[in-house]
């Protein structure tokens, strides 16, 4: 592998801004600095003019359900890492609800297995937590596992958790993140019985935030908290989507960011009034919520006003589903999104029009991520770090499906036609170029992710 010199753009990593560059050898990050790099003459490796282009860390995105195995007429492994490199991710945290779920660690290493070699990113996966699995979760974390995936709602995949003994026995015996779906059960079903009553065939997506209630999220979710603080577990509380759940983030433990909050890149664009527009097309649990809930997560994500540093993380929790599924009545067409490819366009378009900064979204986006979870070496542009960049260009844009091939095996997005204002030039994973702004590298050079002790 060749040494690498990306230089002529704007560095944006660690709260900062400027002109500089960035030296690669042998996968690793061997400098960075400001101005010129002061041994161009002398450099006989391959050049990167990032001139006029912003150059920072690779994306992690830490909720993304990929679909393999079992699940693979939506998407697979292969097929969604080219996505995300696509968008300028460059490691990403797998979800455990596929079929067979992965709720073992057979299971689990089954799924490292079919990685190796075929994922453009790099990778780890979440075990799942079931009602009975407890025992094998003691033995993951006793062996080094770090990762757990929580259903307190049901969702795709049937791994609902939400009995108080098991609950309680989950967060007293595993010391690893434990990051949580957040629904309320029994109040999802008994929406869905009402509505299914009130509107039976004719139900559309419009009702999908009624059935999928803000009360049902707020309700989980605090349980989950005060469960967490109960038990003193590390908590990562995925995709918030209400103005209220964010008030429950702002002392004691979470405040001490022993308990964190994520926000999806659906959540912060959408609101319900796009419905009418992409029907199931924007079904999604939890559901997307009311205009005012999306700039309350916005403001949360910005550090700004009432809700300063509630939201830590901003993911995507894509999920593919093919477009026939999607075609469906209301009531049968499963909820999720497509979103890795795009979620660094939209989060450079709110950053253009002034909703957030571009060092937050690096902050929310690449570092937060990163310490979070203990990756050991990832999320940041530092001396000895692994080479995992993204150099993306602010001033061309991004139309998915126009200019943009959606490059998810379900081939749609609910982006479509929209106009983003960033597209991701190159993507860089381990030093090897993964991503040149045109095709993904016929390699694929993701590496499964090392976490710290």
């Known amino acids: 592998m060749s040494a690498l010199l990306i230089s002529g753009g704007t560095i944006v990593n660690e709260g900062r801004r400027f002109p500089g560059w960035v030296l690669v050898r042998g996968g690793d990050i061997a400098g960075v600095g400001e101005g010129e790099y002061p041994f161009a003459e002398r450099f006989s490796g391959t050049r990167v003019d990032a001139t006029g282009r912003i150059v920072m860390p690779g994306v992690i995105d830490p909720h993304v359900h990929f679909r393999e195995p079992g699940l693979t007429a939506k998407g697979d492994m292969a097929s969604e890492s080219a996505a995300a490199v696509a968008g300028g991710v460059t490691s990403v945290l797998e979800m455990p609800n596929t079929v067979l779920p992965a709720v073992g660690r057979d299971l689990l290493e089954r799924k490292f297995d079919l990685a190796a070699g075929r994922m453009h990113t790099n990778y780890s996966f979440f075990l799942g937590a079931t009602a009975d699995n407890l025992p094998e ?93 109960r038990y003193g577990s590390q908590l990562h509380v995925c995709h918030l989507t209400t103005a209220r759940e964010l008030g429950l983030f702002g002392a004691g433990r979470a405040a001490a960011k022993l308990i964190t909050a994520e926000a999806c890149v659906p959540h912060l664009w959408f609101s319900d009034d796009d419905y009418a527009r992409l029907g199931n097309r924007l079904k999604c649990n939890p559901a997307v919520k009311s205009a005012a809930d999306r700039q309350a997560l916005r403001e949360a994500v910005a550090g700004a006003g009432e809700w300063r540093d509630r939201i830590d993380i901003v993911a995507t929790d894509h999920a593919p589903h093919t477009a026939d599924e999607k075609a469906r009545g209301y009531w049968d067409a499963p909820s999720g999104i497509p979103s890795v490819q795009f979620s660094l366009p939209v989060m450079f378009t709110l950053a253009a029009e002034g909703v957030v900064s571009l060092e937050t979204v690096v902050e929310k986006m690449c570092h937060a991520p990163a310490a979070r979870f203990g990756m050991a070496g990832r999320g940041f542009l530092r001396e000895g770090c692994r080479a995992d960049i993204a150099i993306v260009d602010p001033t061309a844009a991004t139309t998915p499906s126009t200019d943009a091939p959606v490059l998810s095996k379900c081939g749609w997005s609910p982006w479509e036609g929209e106009r983003l204002g960033a597209r991701v030039a190159t993507t860089i994973v381990g030093g090897r170029v993964a991503w040149d702004g045109t095709r993904v590298a016929s390699e694929a050079a993701g590496e499964r992710l090392v976490f710290e002790k």
Request: proline fraction near 1%; hydrophobic fraction near 45%.
């Open 137 to 229: 979760i003691k033995r993951f974390w006793a062996d080094g596992g770090r990762l757990v995936k929580l259903f307190m709602g049901s969702s795709t995949g049937g791994m609902l958790v939400d009995d108080g003994r098991s609950l309680a026995a989950l967060f007293a015996e595993f010391g690893g993140v434990i990051a949580a779906h957040c629904e309320d059960e029994a109040m999802v079903r008994a929406n869905t019985d009402t509505y299914r009553r009130q509107s039976g065939d004719r139900a559309t997506a419009a009702i999908h935030p009624l059935v999928r209630s803000a009360e049902a999220c707020y309700v989980s979710t605090a349980r989950a908290v005060e469960l967490a603080d």
